[in-house]
């Protein structure tokens, strides 16, 4: 008898949807606000800060743009009711960039506000260069009102070097990253060597400087920009010196970290836009692949 052969559409696509997502909560903090408030205490107890990050950018509707600033607005009650120790993280295109400048601006204004009445961080994530003028400017402005609040610098832009000089000025708060974006060669350097290069140059100028009062936080994977970071923290005064990782990514390290007395905090996303993240961290990491494929063949 002829043997029955699996066609690809043979697949159902919501069996496969929650196999992924079964490996996805690696990266992810679940569905919702309450999972990722789950989450987040997790975090504390290890001794870690919770960075919350609703998923969602490139919102062009004004009603997409409303519900992401209402659920920052739950979420940072949310943080305070359960005395977590965390903050938030929101990227400028999930609030309004892509529709316009000024509206990006308000809605930062109306979430930093309320998360310095909940006394809790906000920081900026920052997306392709094509935004990065613009989200500056605006940290810029809020930060005049909200000391509470900081922005990410990516390293593997050429411009980062003198947009860190001027933040500096401004004893901004700043989390140096790699970027998870590409850029042509005239505005991006290209191999992740030149970008790891430029990362410890954006390190070293602001952790030497021993008397800068905004917060360096070091957030990479990257272990020798890591050590780097721990020696030059021990020569200069580096008392706003933090390590941010994500969420499901180098956890031993990041006890490490927790157990010599430096402050960590875990980058954790969460929402129904999940997918599109996990495939990200999949891409990243040819190890991750097999985590998914065992996930798929344990099922
Ligand atoms: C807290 C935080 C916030 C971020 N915010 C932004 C932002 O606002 N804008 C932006 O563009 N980018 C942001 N990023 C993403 C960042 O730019 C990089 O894309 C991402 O961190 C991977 O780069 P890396 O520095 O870890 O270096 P890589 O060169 O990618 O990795 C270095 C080493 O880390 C280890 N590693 C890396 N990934 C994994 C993994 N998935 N699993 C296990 N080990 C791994 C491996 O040993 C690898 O060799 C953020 C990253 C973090 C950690």
């Known amino acids: 008898m002829e043997k029955k052969i699996s066609h690809s559409q043979d697949y159902d696509p919501a069996l496969l949807e929650k196999m992924l997502f079964k490996v996805s909560k690696k990266w992810i903090a679940g569905h919702s606000n309450i999972e990722a408030i789950n989450e987040a205490r997790k975090s504390n107890k290890c001794g870690m800060s919770a960075i919350l990050n609703y998923l969602g950018e490139g919102y062009t509707e004004k009603v997409q743009v409303d519900r992401s600033v209402l659920e920052y607005f739950t979420v940072l009650d949310l943080l305070r009711t359960n005395d977590i120790r965390g903050s938030i993280s929101v990227k400028p295109t999930q609030i309004g960039l892509c529709i316009g400048y000024d509206l990006c601006l308000e809605n930062f204004g109306k979430i930093s506000q309320k998360a310095k009445e909940s006394g809790h961080f906000m920081w900026i994530d920052i997306e392709n260069s094509d935004y990065v003028e613009d989200t500056l400017s605006i940290y810029l402005r809020i930060l005049g009102n909200n000391k509470n609040t900081g922005v990410a610098i990516q390293s593997y832009l050429r411009r980062s070097y003198s947009d860190l000089l001027h933040l500096m000025e401004n004893s901004a708060n700043l989390r ?6 590409r ?6 350097y290209q191999s992740n060597s030149e970008t790891s290069q430029n ?17 360096v936080a070091i957030a990479t994977h990257d272990s020798n920009l890591i050590d ?10 580096t008392k706003n010196l933090q390590f941010q990782l994500l969420k499901g990514v180098r956890d031993e390290l990041k006890q490490q970290l927790v157990n010599n007395g430096y402050m960590v905090s875990e980058y954790m996303p969460y929402g129904e836009k999940w997918l599109h993240y996990s495939l990200r961290r999949l891409k990243e990491r040819k190890r991750n692949i097999f985590l998914l494929a065992r ?3 344990e099922s």
Do not use: D, H, P, Q
Request: hydrophobic share 40%.
């Open 295 to 297: 996930s798929l063949i």
């Open 183 to 188: 850029g042509e060669k005239n505005e991006a």
């Open 199 to 215: 990362f410890s140059r954006l390190m070293n100028v602001m952790l030497k400087e021993s008397s800068y009062s905004g917060i």
């Open 176 to 181: 140096i990253v790699k970027g998870a974006y």
């Open 228 to 237: 780097e970071a721990l020696a030059l923290s021990t020569k200069g005064s």
